[in-house]
Every structure is written in C-alpha cells, then in structure tokens.
C-alpha cells in the first residue's frame, strides 16, 4: 500500500475517522510494513481491527504492558502486520482522548473504557429519578476524557406532559454547564434525528448504568437491531447488561458510536479538571471569596456560602461539589502511594541485579 493511497478522504477507513491527522501519525509505521486499523472491539487478549482490505482478528501481546491504562482499547488506531497467521497488534498510535474511571479494586488503578472519542454521550432514563449526583460524576470523567459531553435523557415518552418533561431537561442543564441535554425517545422515535445529527462529526462513547436504554438508543441511531435488548425491571426500572463489550459501529448518518455494557460504577480517577468544568459556577465564585485557600466551610467572605445563602447556587450542587473533590483527591493520594511503591521495588530489583553482577566478576 502505497503512502498516497492513505490519503484520508478516500481512504477506505474514512468512515471509521481516519483523517490526515492519523495519516500523518502513521507514516513511520507505514515505512515499516504495517498497516492501519481501528480496533472495533477487544477480548481476551485478541481484537477485532478494521483495516482498507477488511476485518481482521489479531492478536495483542506485543502491546500489553502492566499499565492498564496502557493496554490496546476500543477506539484504538493500531498498526498491524500485513500478512502472517496469526496476526498482531504492534503498536497503537498515540490516543487523541481516552475515557477512563477508577477499578473498583484496591490497587487504585485506572480503567480505559473507549479511546479517541469526540462525544461522550451520558444516557440517563427518565423511566426512573433523575439522580443528579451520578450525572455529575459521569459528566466529570467526560471532561476529564477530553470529549465533548452530551447527556441523553432516554423514554421521554414515559413523560406524556410536555411541560413536567421541560423542568427535567431544565434541572439537568443546570447541573450540567456548557453541556446540550437532549430528550429523546426510541421507541417512538423523537429527537432521534437532532442526536444522530450531533454524533454526526466524529466518535462517540454511549455510556450510563445498566436498564438506560444504551442499546435501544444505539439499535435507533443505527437504523436496525443490531445491539441485543432485554426488558426493564417494572419495580425500579432497571434492566439486565445486555451489551458485555465494547463495540465501535459505523453510524449510518456518518460518525462512529463504541457502545459500552452498563456501568454499576464510575469512580473517578485523577479528573479534577472534570470537577471543576462540572461545578464551573463554583469555582467562578471560589474566585471571589476572601481567602485564596478557602474550604468554603465557615470561612468570613465565602463567596461560595454567600451565594447558596443567597439562593443562587443550590445546597445540592456544593456538597456533590464537596463529595467528588474528596474521593478525587483520595484516589490520586493512592495512586501516587502505588507509584512510589512500584518504584522503591524497581529499585531493589535493580539493586538485586546489581549485587549479582558485581558477584560474578
């Protein structure tokens, strides 16, 4: 293949994102004889890779270090060998954005959900109470990831009064500044076309808690049943995962949509740029208060206190506020703990070898 036939508007990968900027990044790959794929979906030490001659399996152990942050993702832009059986994975290019949250293990490590996304899109079911709180926390590790957030309220027909239907959207804008809030509906098809429109320009990650509607909104954007649905529990409105990997699916309006299986959690891990995009509002008055250190407890001139005295910020909005800067700075307290203990034992294990060797002099 030769370096012109990887032109990015004709290139058969165009519609999977590849654009002159990834042309330009591959070039030294191409010199060595590999070719380019984006990674459309990733088990077991093997994944699926579109490349310009098709899908191909392949596998990932040149490029599965120790960092988990660092293993081969859905999104990916991976250089692979262009012949050979099997085939791997050599290397990826560096990642434009990349969504990640916290494992629920005590290590303290981080999970790479979807890589190079343009739109995080939070899917949020208006079959049951909005929680605020768990939007804000989505919509953190959105900004964190470098995308665009987006949050879907999915069944708006289960909200037949188009004016209760109006509050919700309202109540999530104000949690979500600078975020676009979008009601929709899959079953009966409204504000379909607005968010396919907006997914339209690039990448998108689907993500929310099992029971939003994930797969039905994906099956309406893609035009066909494609993402398997089971039903929601009538007591609380929660469903069973019915998407268990994450999958990159070519939209038929143009752009590329990862869906992801519901996410029971979404710790934060070192996203305190997305708290602050979150609570901008907060951090604008923060600003303003007496004290360049101020815990907004019961500090005299607390511009924060002051205006939820005032009624302007609401109460609710400070402690989630509160509550997401202190698991955050936790989580980089204990990652930076494992990064020294990684280190100090890098040393030994250095300090051992050399022992060794000066032995066998």
Same mark, same amino acid.
């Given at each position: 293949m030769?370096?012109?036939?990887?032109?990015?508007?004709?290139? =058969?990968?165009?519609?999977?994102?590849?654009?002159?900027?990834?042309?330009?990044?591959?070039?030294p790959?191409?010199?060595?004889?590999?070719? $380019?794929?984006?990674v459309?979906?990733?088990?077991?030490?093997?994944?699926?890779?579109?490349?310009?001659? !098709?899908?191909?399996?392949?596998?990932t152990?040149?490029?599965?270090?120790?960092? =988990?942050?660092?293993?081969?993702?859905?999104?990916?832009?991976?250089?692979?060998?262009?012949?050979?059986?099997?085939?791997?994975?050599?290397?990826?290019? =560096?990642?434009?954005?990349?969504?990640?949250?916290?494992?629920?293990?005590?290590?303290?490590?981080?999970?790479?959900?979807?890589?190079?996304?343009?739109?995080a899109?939070?899917?949020?079911?208006?079959?049951?109470?909005l929680?605020?709180?768990r939007?804000e926390?989505?919509?953190?590790?959105?900004w964190?990831?470098?995308a665009? $957030?987006?949050?879907?309220?999915?069944?708006?027909?289960?909200?037949?009064?188009?004016?209760?239907?109006?509050?919700?959207?309202?109540?999530?804008?104000?949690?979500? $500044?600078?975020?676009?809030?979008?009601?929709?509906?899959?079953?009966?098809?409204? !504000?379909?076309?607005? +968010?396919?429109?907006?997914?339209?320009?690039?990448?998108?990650? +689907?993500l929310?808690?099992?029971?939003? !509607?994930?797969?039905?909104?994906?099956?309406?954007?893609?035009?066909e049943?494609?993402?398997?649905?089971?039903?929601? @529990?009538?007591?609380?409105?929660?469903?069973?995962?019915?998407?268990?990997?994450?999958?990159? +699916?070519v939209?038929?309006g143009?752009?590329?949509?990862?869906?992801? =299986?519901?996410?029971?959690?979404? !710790?934060?891990?070192?996203?305190?740029?997305?708290?602050?995009?979150?609570f901008s509002?907060?951090?604008?008055?923060?600003?303003?208060? @007496?004290?360049?250190?101020?815990?907004h407890?019961?500090e005299?001139?607390?511009?924060?206190?002051?205006?939820?005295?005032?009624?302007?910020? $609401?109460?609710?909005?400070?402690?989630?506020?509160?509550?997401?800067l @202190?698991?955050?700075?936790?989580?980089?307290?204990k990652?930076d703990a494992?990064?020294?203990?990684?280190?100090?034992?890098?040393?030994?294990?250095?300090g051992a070898?050399?022992r060794?060797?000066?032995?066998?002099?």
């Open positions: 030769s370096f012109s036939s990887l032109q990015a508007s004709s290139h =058969p990968l165009a519609p999977y994102g590849w654009d002159e900027g990834w042309r330009a990044e591959f070039a790959y191409l010199e060595r004889g590999l070719v $380019p794929g984006r459309v979906r990733v088990d077991r030490g093997q994944c699926d890779v579109v490349t310009a001659d !098709g899908l191909v399996r392949v596998d152990e040149f490029v599965t270090p120790n960092d =988990p942050l660092r293993v081969i993702c859905t999104g990916d832009w991976a250089a692979v060998d262009a012949g050979g059986d099997p085939r791997y994975v050599q290397e990826y290019l =560096p990642r434009r954005t990349a969504f990640v949250r916290s494992t629920s293990s005590k290590r303290s490590e981080g999970q790479i959900l979807a890589a190079n996304v343009d739109f899109v939070v899917a949020v079911s208006l079959a049951m109470e929680d605020l709180g939007i926390r989505f919509l953190a590790l959105a964190e990831s470098g665009q $957030p987006l949050v879907v309220l999915t069944k708006a027909d289960l909200v037949p009064d188009a004016a209760t239907l109006s509050h919700l959207v309202q109540d999530v804008e104000t949690s979500a $500044p600078g975020v676009r809030v979008l009601a929709v509906s899959s079953a009966v098809g409204d !504000g379909i076309d607005v +968010l396919a429109a907006v997914v339209s320009g690039g990448t998108s990650v +689907l929310g808690q099992s029971g939003a !509607g994930k797969s039905t909104l994906a099956n309406a954007l893609l035009g049943d494609v993402m398997s649905v089971q039903q929601t @529990r009538d007591v609380d409105g929660k469903g069973r995962h019915t998407t268990t990997t994450r999958n990159l +699916l939209l038929p143009g752009g590329v949509l990862i869906d992801t =299986p519901g996410l029971r959690g979404v !710790g934060l891990f070192d996203a305190e740029g997305g708290v602050g995009q979150v509002e907060i951090e604008g008055l923060a600003a303003e208060c @007496r004290f360049h250190d101020c815990a407890g019961a005299p001139g607390c511009a924060v206190l002051a205006a939820v005295d005032s009624g302007v910020l $609401p109460e609710r909005r400070l402690d989630s506020y509160r509550k997401l @202190r698991e955050n700075q936790r989580i980089v307290a990652t494992r990064a020294r203990s990684e280190l100090r034992r890098e040393w030994k294990r250095r070898e050399g060794a060797a000066r032995r066998w002099r």
